[in-house]
């Protein structure tokens, strides 16, 4: 049997569907069908070209925020990461990266840090298994992969960001050191800055601030939680947006700022609404490709930390499905995707992505999905 993978050949080229014959699990592995697989920033930096990864001859697939229905369950597997009895047809979300065991920061039980994590990144879309990534119509999970069942109440479209944006947002509150009665800064209200609002507000924030320059991500954040936006398009510079999170703040600035933005630019502003004895905590800025000028007296003058923060630990996307069942009901959990795509339309899907595109604007698509099976 042959299925489709959209596969990426470089920056300024389209994705090409191909076809290639679908694995069959070996023990321990599992096979799943795409049901989603969301066009996440990280994505979008590779289509670029400031991803940093290198193509390798044959093309990769690309897609790593997913969920994925079980169509075939290796020799062996029965449950999930957390014993949950599994069977074909239940769905499953599953960390992007894929740790080895292997290596000394394995050893130590810090998953996010294991070296060689992103190793089946670099595969070519030519080699077995071929389906490495969430723009085709399979997924091989290898064996060991941290995957936690789904639960049935929630929506594809709740649990696609899970594996990425959900998780790495709990996680990055965590590492923060986030506390109870704390007050936080969000640089960003996409994805992961919707997540960090609504994730802050259950933590016990004091204060949420969402700051961006589109004025219906910043409704939806007052949705999420958010207690107060700050609007590029009416704080048009970063000297006005740093008084006003001090005006909101009692002149004392945040314990936390947050940086989910993905542009090195705004990490100056940030700095100076971080309290003294705060934490500037970055999640964004991964690629490689920008750089600023950068002052360390603003941090040390405030003696506040910078936690940066790339990959979770397996629990935290655990936990991000608890926050989803939580929250359900509560929150539009669902309009964090705004546009579905079949995956012979990812072209138009990542085109459409480019906010900065004027024709993308007019599409409004804040966050786009591709759904095999459409
Ligand atoms: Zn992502
Ligand atoms: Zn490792």
Known sequence: MHARAAVFFGPGRPFELREYPVPDPAPGAV??????????????????????????PGGRVLGHEMVGEIVKLGEGVSTDSL?????????????????????????????????????HYKESADDWPHFSGGFADYYYLRPGHFAFKVPDDLS??????????????IYSLQRGQFKYGDTIVIQGA???GLYAV???????????????????????????????????EEFTTPESRVQRVLDLTEGRGAEMVLEVVGMPQVIPEGLQMVQPGG????????????????????????????VAVNHYEPFALYQALRFLSRN????????????????????????QSEWFKKEAGKAGVTRAA?????
């Open 31 to 56: 096979l799943l069908k795409i049901r989603l697989s969301n066009v996440c920033g990280s994505d979008l930096h590779q289509t670029r070209g400031d991803g940093g990864n290198p193509i390798p």
């Open 83 to 119: 014993g949950q009895p599994i069977q074909e047809g239940d769905r499953l979300v599953y960390t992007y990266f894929y740790p080895c065991r292997r290596c000394w920061h394995c050893t130590q039980g810090n998953f996010s840090l294991c070296t060689t994590r992103l190793a």
């Open 156 to 169: 594809d479209e709740m649990v696609s960001s899970a594996n990425c944006a959900l998780s790495q947002v």
């Open 190 to 192: 996409g994805g992961l």
């Open 198 to 232: 609504a994730v802050a507000r259950e933590m016990g924030a004091e204060k949420v601030i969402a700051v961006d320059g589109i004025p219906q991500r910043l409704e939806l954040a007052r949705q999420y939680g958010a207690d107060e936006v700050v609007c590029l």
């Open 279 to 306: 934490a500037y905590v970055d999640v964004g800025v991964v690629s490689g490709k920008f750089s600023i000028e950068f002052f360390p007296a603003a941090l040390l003058r405030r003696n506040a930390r910078y």
């Open 328 to 351: 359900q009901k509560r929150l539009p959990l669902d309009r964090i995707i705004s546009h579905t795509f079949p995956l012979e339309r990812i072209n138009e899907a990542f085109d």
């Open 370 to 374: 591709i759904a095999p099976g459409l």
